[in-house]
């Protein structure tokens, strides 16, 4: 305690300054007086007394000093010298400091990025109480990609006998529903949920309650955050009060926290119901109690004192005890427990991918910054030389010259670090403006938090410590003589080949080639992109969506709705033609099912699957889609016999060549009459092989198999299709005021968003590449203007004995181009090798490619002889008198 | 800074808390003459080091300190004990005697040998 208390004292001296230097001055001379007094007495004189008094005490300084180290905290007290002086030297070289932080800056903001993106969809826990004891159940069927949701009955089973969970929850993780009231009304998304699902999630509400068991069917509602801001003012008093949702009165009873949207952090939802009232809301949801409907997403709490592992045993049995009582369903299925609010399981190990070359490319970025900053130090330790050795005569010790240039250093990686953080602010910012080509709302901002903030930080502390410690050391090496005398060690040329100036040259050139080559390889992957048929034509074309269903139209009424909005809006001035889907193509996939030809022998294969669309007549002429065989959907009644058009994909697949049109075909229990055949369309993404495709009537299809994200309006006009969206909507409210109009945009923004990969890619990476090609020129740049500064006075001799200025010039060149050479022939094999994990990303365009490996080195060889020929030049224009003189 | 110091440090602080309760209030230069007084003269006291010893007994709270006047009518810091000091002095002082009384064991057989 006495100590702690000691401790404190002296902090707090620390900081108060040097008054009580003047009082132990005081105090000194008190006792050198007093001491002085007895000596004078002895019959010693003034001046012997007060020599014997000091020399008693062992000299007024050294007591003071004694005392000061006593009073205060040395060890504190010199880092923050060191400190000051840092902030001296560097601000007495504001270009080198500037053009320092600037380097690492970019680099740490070019990691931060990356990793804000790795924070938010790797490590963010779920934003649940305890993330780490919520997990996540999931199917797994033998055989097919996982994972499956649980249906009704499986979650009943589970939650009675899954004895490692303090309770189960289910989920249905998208309910559309339309939420009016004051103003336009809007289509949101929530989820319908168990009554105990909150409990189980352990997240009170920020205002009134959660469900309570025996809600399971009452029409109650917790509203999000967000809605309850926007729709309704952050009211307090709604709760309590009804609502009206999807034309169904619901009773608020609270408010869910504003940081939860989904368990799984991606899905918005912005409303919860008890499950019992997810039939309604979701009109043809499916049957409830078969076992063969999996709808539900399933969060279960660990008891205290289970393990993963051994939870996970545990449903292994359940699910052995399951398959002989149900073995149609769960013959061949086991049971995935996984931490809940983790990437889901398909698209994990692809996101891992991507974001660790991210995460290589941007440490490259940051290596190519470090090695010019070190270059910079290097150059003005080797200056410094002079200032250091006359230190160390006066007795500083190495480490304590080591330490004061790594304070230095470190203050510059700590002043890039902020930069790079603003940067990085920024960075973020714009890449969550990038969005998937989906109706159902995903939330995939990211943003600098925490865990980024400290990872620039210790990255910025760690690369100013490594970017400090060679020059420090070499700085400070025993020179003594020879630094006060003026030559420095450093700086000498000719004495060893590779000098590490040289090393950390040819390492930033390897590295910039090992990564332009990835970038010009995005790039090309971009283009080629854009080069894929996507075999409709996006110019002209509006879409946007409604759902009739959330406002409680039926079947029929749906249709002669659409029918009645297709008819008033194709009479609108400047529109073409007027059609309707259920989903607009490149949108990641909705509807599919496996298909026979009826009649055809069971082969036992894989039934080929085909995406299936409801259009309406025109839809072809619409999209500009060319039909190719047979006809177009017409006068079919809604009872009538199903007929469909398949794309030559389906007919390939399913007929092999043969004329499919009159031929039937059979999917999902539904037999479909081929009338014709259409060209293909790139159906989910632009990076696929072509699937099958099945066009089916919507007024057939509307009644057995409505679509769970509304119906599209494609209205083709004659010149820009902006202009007459406004007209389009007016008709919609026309119709009936209560149609919420939803995902409102040309076809052309939909295609853009459907190049969300390719173009993300070719964006980070050409960004990068640019930064690592900057930085890596600025750097060849730098250190051969300081070869040829420090070599002055050798090229002035060397002129002076007859050298010719050309000569010269080569003499230069061939050193730089020498560093660039070895620095290509160590970076090519490297960039080859890694172009293979950036396989799978590219679009039209081989891993190897060989225009890139060709262009890249040739490219970074240019670059390089420029950035050599302006130091060359200048060392060609040496004025040997002048430079002999300056020496 | 080697053990010798530390121990004489130790050694130092208890002279002084010791002498403090005895004579009462002091200041520096006289706690450094009586000091030297009561050894003997024994001691050598290198006045110097006695002031630090001082300041780090006041940051520990078992002396004070105030500027008075000194009998020869000299501005002088005078040191006192704290209630603290006064306990440390008695706890001290007893863990000295039993330091000292364990290790004269060691050393008085050997000389009866």
Known sequence: ?887 | VGDKTDVWQGTLALMVLKTLETMGPQHGYGLARRIEQTSGDQLQLNYGTLYPALLKLEQEGYIRSRWGSSENNRRAKFYELTKAGQRQVRKAAAEWEQTTAILARFIAPAEEV
């Open chain 1, 1 to 887: 305690m006495r100590r702690l208390r000691g401790i404190l004292v002296r902090v707090a001296s620390q900081l108060r300054g040097h008054r009580a230097n003047d009082d132990f001055d005081a105090e000194l001379e008190s006792h050198i007086a007093m001491h002085t007094d007895d000596g004078m007495r002895t019959g010693l004189s003034l001046e012997e007394a007060r020599r014997q008094a000091l020399v008693r005490l062992g000299g007024a300084d050294q007591t003071r000093q004694a005392w000061r180290e006593r009073r205060g905290l040395p060890w504190i007290e010199s880092p923050l010298r060191d400190l000051h002086y840092g902030v001296r030297t560097l601000r007495k070289h504001p270009g080198i400091t500037a053009i320092a932080m600037l380097s690492i800056g970019l680099g740490i903001g070019a990691n931060a990025t990356i990793f804000s993106i790795v924070s938010r969809f790797v490590l963010r826990p779920a934003p649940v109480g305890s993330p780490s004891t919520l997990m996540s159940l999931r199917v797994r069927h033998e055989g097919s990609p996982c994972c499956d949701e649980f249906s009704l009955p499986l979650y009943t089973d589970f939650h009675e006998e899954a004895k490692s969970f303090s309770d189960v929850a289910a989920y249905f993780e998208v309910v559309p529903a339309s939420i009016s009231g004051s103003g336009e009304p809007e289509r949101v998304w929530g989820q319908a949920v168990t009554p105990n699902f909150f409990s189980v999630l352990q997240l009170p509400m920020i205002l009134g309650r959660g469900f309570v068991s025996g809600e399971e069917n009452q029409p109650v509602i917790l509203l999000g955050a967000r809605l309850w801001q926007r729709r309704f003012h952050a009211d307090p008093a709604i709760i309590g009060k009804t609502i009206l949702l999807s034309g169904r009165t619901f009773t608020v009873v609270g408010i869910v926290p504003p940081g939860f949207h989904s368990v799984d952090q991606l899905l918005n939802g912005e409303f919860w119901v008890p499950l019992g009232n997810a039939a309604q809301l979701v009109p043809g949801l499916g049957n409830q109690t078969s076992r063969e409907f999996t709808w539900l997403a399933v969060a279960a709490r660990l008891k205290p004192d289970v393990t993963p592992e051994q939870a996970s045993m545990e449903i292994q049995t359940l699910g052995k005890r399951l398959a002989l009582a149900y073995p149609k369903a769960y013959k061949e299925s086991s049971f995935v427990l996984e931490q809940a609010g983790t990437l889901p399981q398909g698209i994990k190990s692809q996101v891992l991918i991507f974001l660790t070359v991210l995460l290589v490319v941007v440490l490259l970025v940051l290596a190519i910054a470090g090695a010019n900053v070190a270059n910079l130090l290097f150059a003005q330790a080797a200056t410094r030389q002079r200032e250091m050795a006359v230190r160390l005569a006066l007795g500083a010790t190495r480490v304590r010259l080591c330490r004061q240039m790594l304070v230095e250093s470190v203050l510059l990686g700590l002043g890039g670090g902020v930069l790079g953080t603003v940067l990085s602010l920024w960075a973020t910012r714009s890449l969550s403006a990038f969005h998937l080509p989906i109706p159902v709302p995903v939330d995939l901002s990211v943003a600098v938090d925490g865990r980024v903030l400290l990872y620039a930080f210790v990255l910025s502390v760690f690369s100013g410590l490594l970017l400090g410690l060679p020059p420090a050391w070499a700085a400070s090496r025993h020179t003594l003589v020879n630094a006060i005398k003026g030559e420095d060690a450093l700086a000498r040329p000719g004495r060893r080949r590779l000098t590490l100036r040289n090393f950390l040259t040819i390492s930033q050139v390897a590295m910039t080639l090992v990564l332009l080559c990835p970038t010009l390889l995005f790039l090309r992957s971009l283009q080629g992109a854009a080069r894929i048929s996507i075999g409709f034509r996006p110019e002209r074309l509006l879409t946007l969506s409604v759902d009739p269903r959330l406002h409680g139209y039926t079947a029929e009424r749906t249709v002669q709705f659409l029918e009645e909005l297709r008819s008033r809006a194709a009479v609108l001035p400047g529109v073409v033609s007027v059609d309707c889907t259920d989903y607009a193509p490149l949108s990641l996939g909705h509807r599919a099912e496996s298909f026979h030809v009826n009649g055809a022998v069971e082969t036992g294969n894989q039934e080929p699957i085909a995406d299936l669309y409801m259009v309406t007549p025109s839809y072809f002429e619409t999209m500009g889609i060319p039909l190719i065989a047979g006809l177009r959907f017409g006068e079919e009644t809604a009872t009538g016999p199903r007929i469909a058009v398949v794309n030559q994909a389906f007919a390939e697949r399913l007929f092999h060549g043969q004329n499919p049109v009159g031929q039937q075909v059979i999917g999902a229990g539904v037999t479909y009459q081929i009338v014709g055949v259409s060209g293909n369309v790139r159906s989910r993404t632009l990076g696929e092989d072509i699937r099958p495709v099945l066009y089916r009537s919507l007024r057939q299809s509307v009644g057995g198999d409505p679509s769970l994200f509304g119906y599209t309006l494609l209205v083709h006009t004659a010149a820009e299709s902006n202009a007459i969206s406004e007209g389009v909507n007016r008709q919609v409210h026309a119709l009936d005021p209560s149609i919420a109009i939803f995902n409102e945009e040309t076809m052309e923004e939909h295609v853009r968003s459907a190049y969300f990969l390719p173009r993300l890619a070719a964006t980070l990476f050409g960004v990068f590449g640019g930064i690592g090609l900057v930085l890596a020129t600025i750097g060849l740049y730098g250190v051969m203007s300081y070869a040829v500064s420090r070599r002055t006075r050798e090229i002035g001799i060397r002129m002076a004995v007859g050298a010719e200025p050309g000569m010269v010039e080569r003499l230069v060149l061939h050193q730089g181009m020498v560093l660039t050479l070895i620095a290509i022939a160590l970076g090519w094999p490297v960039a080859w090798m890694l172009a293979k994990l950036a396989a799978s990303f590219l679009y039209g365009v081989q891993a190897h490619d060989a225009l890139t490996f060709a262009a890249v080195p040739i490219f970074l060889a240019v670059i390089a002889f420029f950035a050599c020929w302006v130091p060359a030049r200048r060392a060609a224009m040496v004025d040997p008198v002048q430079a002999l003189r300056a020496e």
